[in-house]
């Protein structure tokens, strides 16, 4: 039962019912709690969906600390590396990104990235989009020469696939976008105008 409420709050939000999906996911943890106790893999999966959930519904502080206990849960259960803790690193980085608190995004967005590098094969399409992610959070903090690595590494990568999507994201147009942004802010106009003529 737990996991068909946690599978079925996805599709009630696709729905635009954020607090149905939301009594969703906490009905799963209540279901889980009694059946494993206070910690469990799941148990931190479905508070990941949660603390996404109410990060949709602007309940930022509540948002954040869920995901950052989801986080430190898994990192007990799973290790420091795994692939679940690095998704839930960047969903602590999209709160942030939102509070505009982006010292704190691109720490988390290079953890996300850094945990995908390692554990999902080269240029895996999820990594692609968590350096997209990193680069345009170093853009908001002025680490123009990070970012412009960041999202150079992520243009190539997605060149090859331009019609894939991650999270509703096309990741060429979301890197050469970032790009242009970089390259507008730092005065370097002809590096701008060379990517937006290379869009097919």
Do not use: C, W
Request: a negative charge.
């Amino acid at each position: 039962l737990a996991n068909n409420l946690a599978i079925l709050g996805p599709i009630i939000e696709r729905k635009g019912d954020l607090p149905g999906a939301e009594q969703s996911y906490r009905d799963a943890l209540d279901i889980l709690h009694e059946a494993h106790g206070d910690e469990h893999p799941e148990i931190g999966r479905v508070m990941m969906r949660l603390g996404r959930n109410l990060g949709l519904q602007d309940r930022l502080d509540e948002a954040d600390a869920t995901l950052r206990a989801a986080r430190d849960m898994q990192q007990r259960l799973l290790g420091q590396d795994h692939s679940n803790v690095g998704s839930i690193a960047g969903e602590i980085a999209n709160i942030a990104m939102k509070r505009e608190q982006f010292n704190v995004a691109a720490e988390f967005f290079a953890e996300q990235l850094r945990i995908f590098e390692k554990r999902l094969p080269p240029a895996h399409p999820r990594a692609t989009l968590a350096q997209i992610r990193l680069g345009s959070a170093l853009i908001q903090v002025k680490n123009f020469a990070d970012a412009e690595a960041a999202l150079k590494t992520a243009y190539e990568a997605a060149k090859p696939t331009p019609t894939t999507s991650v999270a509703g994201t096309n990741l060429l147009d979301a890197a050469r976008a970032a790009l242009i942004e970089l390259y507008t802010i730092t005065d370097r106009g002809e590096l701008a105008a060379a990517i937006r003529a290379e869009k097919p």
